[in-house]
């Protein structure tokens, strides 16, 4: 019997691995001969890196890089078994985390930090970027993320603008001539899960500006900005990135990752499945259980569990998906491939105690679903007997 157990992580919690090791703990309380496979997985949003190096044998690199403030910070990222792909979020060199609350301003925040980990990448020899930008606390267009791998951005006069969103309105022309070579002959796909355009109501600036501290006065300035930023792009590579869907998300980063890496922008989760080559890997399952911390009407659109189930559908196989909890609108995922839903939860409890002990409730919770496969498998045979019986 083939069990495949690929959850994301219980946010706050348990990483993607330790679900996983506390699904097959359950699982093998009933069918301790079983073949478990286990695949850490994601979405492209936090721990994204890490599932990936767990999934595929890979291994972590540290650098110490600049904080969207621009003081120095270590961030991480992966380089898979295949030594030629690297894994980076943005968040752990330029998110909203680093940032205290009360100094978050995205007219002084910079990707600069988050174009450092791509230049250690491909001096370490990566030649395929997957790049996770959820998590920023930047409005910068990606321009300093283009600085730190060898672009100009140049003032009337010919000099360097200063990083951070509010210095896009002294652009006045753009060099590309010294551009990281290895760009050239690299593929770079974004983990991007919105569709926002750069400007405008549905912009970067108006859509994500306030939680990253922009003032409504801020927010206007911002978007004004950033459309100057286009304008030059335009002018420098002879194409707008303005309406293309994404170019607004992390603050414009999804912008300036296509114009220059001329990156590719997918669902995190499907970037994840070919990652890990999950199409392969669930054929011959009896069963594949998946799951992450809340299940709810948003998991039906582009969520690990549902990616997962969608995989499994290809093939009929039955979807179990465990959460930490099951939220209002989460039986929308039946229509999207998971078959049945279980909470962790064995009796009223805090969040706080669920959450610190979530490793067990995995594991009990499935041993449970285990024991209903069974219960499934025994009514299947008794029914295929009962029809012989009758022939």
């Known amino acids: 019997m083939k069990i495949v157990v690929a959850p994301d992580s219980f946010k706050g919690s348990v990483s993607a691995l330790e679900a996983a090791n506390a699904m097959e703990q359950g699982l093998r309380r009933v069918f301790p001969d079983a073949a478990i496979e286990k695949i850490p997985m994601a979405d492209g949003g936090e721990g994204t890196v890490q599932s990936l190096v767990d999934a595929t044998g890979g291994h972590l690199q540290t650098h110490r890089v600049l904080a969207p403030l621009e003081n120095e910070v270590e961030a991480q990222f992966g380089i898979l078994s295949d030594r030629e792909t690297a894994v980076i979020e943005m968040a752990s060199a330029s998110g909203l985390t680093l940032v205290e609350p009360h100094e978050r301003n995205p007219l002084r925040t910079t990707t600069y930090g988050t174009g450092q980990l791509i230049h250690a990448a491909l001096e370490a020899g990566c030649r395929r970027l997957i790049i996770g930008i959820g998590g920023s606390a930047t409005n ?89 930023f286009d304008d030059i792009l335009t002018q420098t590579l002879g194409k707008s990135f303005n309406d293309i869907p994404g170019s607004g998300a992390a603050g414009g980063l999804g912008a300036g990752l296509m114009a220059f890496l001329d990156a590719e922008l997918r669902l995190g989760v499907d970037i994840m499945i070919d990652a890990v080559n999950l199409k392969e890997r669930v054929k011959g399952a009896t069963v594949v259980f998946t799951g992450e911390g809340q299940l709810d009407f948003q998991t039906a659109f582009g969520k690990t569990p549902v990616g997962v189930a969608k995989v499994a559908k290809a093939h009929g196989i039955p979807v179990i998906a465990i959460a930490g909890g099951i939220a209002e609108g989460a039986e929308a995922v039946y229509d999207a491939g998971i078959d049945a839903m279980l909470g962790i939860a064995q009796e009223p409890m805090s969040l706080e105690n669920a959450v610190t002990d979530a490793q067990r409730l995995i594991a009990d919770t499935a041993e449970q679903a285990a024991r209903l496969v069974v219960i499934g498998q025994r009514e299947f045979h008794r029914r295929v007997r009962t029809q012989v019986k009758e022939k």
């Not at 730190?148 to 210095?167: H, S, V, W």
């Open 140 to 228: 910068d267009g990606g321009a300093g993320m283009a600085e730190a791998l060898g672009i100009r951005l140049l003032d009337p006069n010919g000099k360097q603008i200063q990083r951070g969103g509010g210095n896009l309105r002294q652009l006045a022309s753009i060099d590309v001539t010294g551009l990281h070579p290895a760009i050239a002959e690299t593929e770079t796909v974004v983990a991007c899960d919105v569709n926002n355009p750069l400007t405008g109501p549905d912009g970067a600036s108006h859509v994500y500006g306030p939680q990253k501290g922009a003032t409504p006065e801020m927010i206007e300035t911002l978007d004004g900005y950033l459309a100057h």
